[in-house]
């Protein structure tokens, strides 16, 4: 039988078996039997296996975007990804290299300059570290040390996940403060320390990761600790190192320490200005905090016993010993810099490492006029405890360019000229001038040279020996002679409040307290607040500048190793007082200089104004400027709190201690030195700004009396320095010796400014020659005096050589 025959037999065996058992099939299932013909019993399965998406249990297949958006499909996509970055992490790490040590290795000490750039004023470096072997470093301080900084450091593999994790949270809880603490080991910290830098980038990070994990795997523990406790920061200026940090904070070698001392430099290390407790009782609570935490990681790590723990108390630490570059009066100027820099967002570690080039402006022939000035005309009998303060400031500029502090800063660190806070005494008249004369109340305006009581002012207010000088005096007579009752007058007349504005304004700053009291109180105007001589000089600077103020500085700029500049300050003064305002107050205080108690000041040469001032006796001023500088001398005695609260009365034999002597002397040696080649410049005119207040008086009959003879002076010469009457002896006065609160010799004086009606008049109303008085008075004369002449002169003219008129705020 051929292939074709079996075939077709088979086929036919097949169908006879189907149709026989299909019968029994159904009956047996109670099926209905199809009307369909099959095809043999594999026809069924075939045909269920083909229902299409309308099949009751047939599932559609997904098409389209619909295939790559599945559970299963971002499963794939996430292992991908893990895979990918793992592959990453694995090629960054494999090629990120131990790097050779930075610049820290090898620190470059930052160089401080004098203003021009070249010549050296001083150093800032950091290179005070001895390298010690971890065998002579107690077991007490590295377990302090690890318990401080990183409790896994044994057993983790140089980074820690979970101290990571921490630290993020608390930057966020911070609201980006690291205050709360930071993630990296001991490991990652001594990385970032020896190998790389202090930047805080993402690319650093990872670097200072990789790195660690590979010291890790390289370095035995104890040589990682070893290696940070030898290069970590300690604070005070450049104190690097475990073994340096112990002689400076406890004066012994590392391995003598006793746990509690272990404990303690643990805890400063984290951050040395913050935990010092020598610098300050902020500091020493924060300190004692951080000890406790360090004792308390000990015993969590089972490294100290909790009876030892308990008995442990913060030990005593030494008080850091300045260096030698601080040595002298120099080093005020180098300590300045320092804070400076510190105050603009450099840290110290930056300042010690860096290797910084600092440009500052001080001005090495005007410092050593300061110095040279200060050494000769300085008061040295009877002169125990007498501080001196001295800062010269360039006008419309801010800038510093000398400054006496003191006579060594390492034996005295108490900055007279920056940190002595004093009551001011007479040197802050001039603001109450310009903010009477932005008011519209010009320097002609008169108030009361007698004592002045008034119930806002309780007690009374005195001139200096209880002196009179009458009822109306001119604004310029009152500020040469510096009465405090003609000032205190003028500010109840504009109000305290507008002084302060004028002295704020310029420069001058009081502790907010103070301030709030200040703007109450009409003797703000004799200088019972605190000021500080910089900041005094930086006002009167704006004076100088035509009203223009610029705050004070001493660094000018600072460059980094790469040339990059990363700090420079542009000076942009603002103008706070009109040009013409300040004209007529420097008009009243170049009369202090030529007619009044700082007559000193002549000896300079060129046109200068300036201020005397007391405080009582216990502080003495003289504040003064030409156009191109400015510049404040106080004396006093006592530092910090105490500072200007100790008489100076009987110091070089005077009685009375005024800022008229030594502070005037001091400030004319000082200015002739510094201005040695500077060109003359004159002052501007005055601007006779404003309108006259309490205009002249009534015009008196003058009593007959011996020619030459007024209420006010001897032989009609109202001050210590005019004729015996003669034509033009007073200070403004017309023909006949006529003073300003006087009569003119020659004939009837119709005002306190010396203006003869039937004199000569040679004397303006400021006594400095000009106009005719006119006719007739303004005014019809009253029937009697309004004030009885004394029959016979006192006893000194109005003022004395170097008086203040006083009551608090004297000359």
């Not at 000088?469 to 510096?482: F, K, M, N, R």
């Not at 320095?721 to 009837?748: A, E």
Request: hydrophobic share 30%; proline share 6%; glycine share 14%.
């Amino acid at each position: 039988m051929t292939n074709q025959g079996r075939r077709r037999a088979g086929d036919r065996a097949r169908t006879a078996a189907s149709k026989n058992a299909a019968p029994r099939t159904a009956a047996s299932a109670g099926a209905v039997p199809s009307a369909t013909p099959e095809r043999g019993g594999g026809g069924r399965r075939y045909a269920a296996g083909r229902s299409g998406k309308n099949g009751k249990n047939g599932k559609g297949r997904r098409k389209g975007w619909r295939r790559f958006v599945s559970l299963k499909a971002f499963g794939l996509y996430a292992l991908g990804m893990m895979l990918l970055g793992v592959a990453g992490i694995s090629i960054a790490y494999a090629m990120t290299d131990i790097p050779e040590a930075n610049a820290f290795a090898r620190s470059e000490a930052t160089i401080v300059y004098w203003n021009d750039g070249e010549t050296e004023l001083g150093r800032f470096s950091a290179e005070n570290r001895e390298t010690v072997d971890i065998s002579d470093i107690p077991q007490a301080c590295q377990d302090s040390v690890v318990a401080a900084e990183d409790r896994s450091f044994y057993e983790n593999n140089g980074f820690d996940p979970v101290g990571m994790l921490r630290a993020g949270i608390g930057y966020i809880q911070n609201n980006g403060s690291t205050a709360a603490g930071g993630g990296s080991t001991i490991t990652q910290q001594y990385v970032k320390n020896y190998y790389l830098t202090q930047d805080q980038t993402l690319t650093r990070k990872v670097q200072e990761l990789f790195i660690s994990v590979k010291i890790d795997q390289q370095l035995d523990k104890d040589d990682i600790l070893a290696s940070y406790l030898n290069t970590i920061w300690f604070g005070r200026g450049g104190v690097y190192g475990i073994q340096t940090a112990s002689r400076s904070y406890f004066g012994v070698p590392v391995s003598d320490l006793d746990t509690a001392q272990c404990a303690a430099l643990a805890g400063i290390l984290r951050s040395p200005t913050r935990y010092d407790p020598t610098l300050g009782p902020e500091n020493a609570e924060r300190f004692q905090q951080r000890f406790q935490y360090v004792v308390d990681g000990m015993v969590d790590i089972g490294r100290l016993d909790a009876a030892t723990a308990e008995t442990l108390v913060p030990p005593q630490v030494v008080p850091e010993q300045s260096a030698n570059r601080y040595g002298g009066p120099n080093g005020y100027l180098l300590w300045q810099v320092r804070e400076e820099l510190i105050a603009n967002g450099f840290t110290e570690e930056e300042i010690d490492t860096g290797g910084l080039r600092v440009v500052t402006t001080f001005d090495p022939k005007a410092q050593t006029a300061a110095l040279q000035a200060v050494e000769a005309e300085r008061p040295k009998e009877h002169a125990d405890g007498v501080r001196v303060g001295l800062a010269a400031v360039t006008p419309g500029d801010g800038a510093v360019v000398a400054m006496y502090g003191g006579p060594d800063y390492i034996e005295q660190p108490f900055n007279d000229a920056i940190d002595a806070s004093v009551q001011g005494g007479s040197t802050v008249k001039p603001f109450t001038l310009a903010a009477a004369l932005e008011q519209g109340i010009s320097l002609e305006s008169r108030y009361s040279g007698n004592t002045l009581t008034d119930p806002i002012l309780g007690p009374p207010v005195h001139n200096q020996d209880d002196q009179e000088y009458g009822e109306a005096i001119d604004l310029v007579t009152a500020t040469e002679q510096s009465m405090n009752t003609a000032f205190v007058d003028l500010a109840m007349n504009i109000g305290p409040d507008s002084v302060v504005d004028a002295q704020l304004a310029s420069g001058l700053s009081y502790a907010a307290d103070e301030e709030t009291q200040l703007r109450q109180d009409p003797r703000v105007t004799i200088g019972i607040g605190h000021v500080r001589p910089i900041d005094m000089a930086e006002a009167y600077a704006t004076l100088a500048a035509g009203g223009r103020h610029a705050d004070w500085y001493t660094v000018r700029s600072v460059t980094e190793p790469g040339g990059n500049v990363p700090y420079r300050v542009e000076p942009a003064p603002e103008s706070v007082l009109d040009p013409g305002v300040v004209a007529d107050t420097t008009f009243a205080l170049s009369q202090v200089v030529q007619n009044g108690s700082g007559r000193e000041a002549q000896n300079l040469g060129r046109p200068a104004a300036g201020k005397t001032g007391t405080h009582e006796d216990l502080t003495a001023w003289f504040s003064g400027y030409v156009p191109q500088l400015s510049a404040s001398v106080v004396i006093f005695r006592g530092e910090g709190e105490t500072a200007g609260t100790v008489s100076l009365d009987g110091v070089d034999g005077m009685d009375t201690f005024t800022g008229g002597a030594f502070p005037a002397r001091i400030w004319t040696a000082f200015m002739t030195g510094a201005l040695e080649g500077m060109e003359v410049e004159e002052f501007p005119d005055p601007a006779e700004i404003g309108e006259a207040v309490n205009p002249s008086p009534t015009p008196t009959p003058t009593p007959t009396e011996t020619p030459g003879e007024d209420e006010n002076g001897d032989n009609g010469n109202g001050n210590d320095n005019g004729d015996d009457g003669g034509n033009g002896g007073g200070n403004d006065g017309g023909n006949g010796g006529g003073d300003d609160s006087g009569d003119g010799g020659g004939g009837d004086g119709s005002d306190d400014s010396g203006n003869g009606n039937n004199g000569n008049g040679n004397g303006n109303e400021w006594g400095d020659g000009g106009e005719q008085p006119p006719e007739e008075p303004t005014e019809t004369p009253s029937e009697t005096p309004t004030e009885e002449p004394s029959e016979t002169p006192t006893d000194d003219p109005p003022g004395g050589d170097w008086g203040d008129a006083g009551g608090g705020g004297g000359r």
